[in-house]
């Protein structure tokens, strides 16, 4: 199949149940903000948006769930308020972050997108044949031929050689990562 040149974008809204809306990325964004700052001038500032685009935008999160994200507090005659997130505020901020990690860390996790047989633009793909898989209950070593001929060889569970079906003269694909290859030129040696 050729590169398409396809770029997955998404969206996380966190709502009530019931379908109202609650929090998007612009409500994430503007509750760190006041949690930087304490002060929503400041917090607008960053986020490049009007004074009452955000704290309509508070109100709205208030009204759909029936409690404020934020605490403020009155100055006096020199000024001194501020604002800074409700205990609510800081629980669906860390629950919209949580998922926006996770969705982020699936999107740019190669392995999981070479198991739904889709490519990936990682470089360290090579393609062999299977010339020897030893196996127990837990871990199966395969032995995998690669031009020019030279062998590598993969250590997985045996469940993924089962679900995978993988066999002796089966083509296929080896993913490199790099966290444990050492590299030095050979008189040199390891330091």
């Not at 398409?4 to 903000?33: N, R, S």
């Not at 309509?56 to 208030?62: A, E, F, H, R, Y």
Request: proline share 3%.
């Amino acid at each position: 199949m050729e590169n398409l040149e396809i770029q997955i974008k998404y969206k996380i809204w966190l709502q009530k149940k019931g379908g109202k809306d609650i929090l998007g990325k612009g409500g994430a964004d503007l509750l760190d903000a006041i949690n930087e700052f304490q002060d929503l001038g400041k917090a607008t500032k960053k986020m490049k948006c009007s004074y009452k685009y955000a704290w309509n935008m508070l109100q709205k999160i208030k009204k759909h769930y029936g409690e404020s994200p934020v605490k403020t507090f009155r100055g006096g005659k020199g000024g001194g308020g501020g604002i800074q997130l409700s205990e609510f505020g800081r629980k669906i901020l860390r629950i919209y972050r949580k998922f926006e990690n996770y969705i982020e860390n699936a999107l740019n996790n190669s392995e999981l997108w070479q198991t739904y047989g889709l490519h990936t633009p990682v470089k360290n793909n090579i393609t062999g044949h299977i010339v020897n898989i030893k196996k127990d209950e837990q871990v199966a070593i395969l032995k995998i031929e690669i031009a020019p001929p030279q062998d590598i060889f993969s250590i997985i569970t045996t469940e993924s050689v089962e679900d995978l079906e993988l066999k002796t003269g089966k083509e296929v694909m080896a993913l490199i990562k790099s966290t444990e290859v050492l590299i030095s030129p050979e008189k040199a040696g390891f330091r």
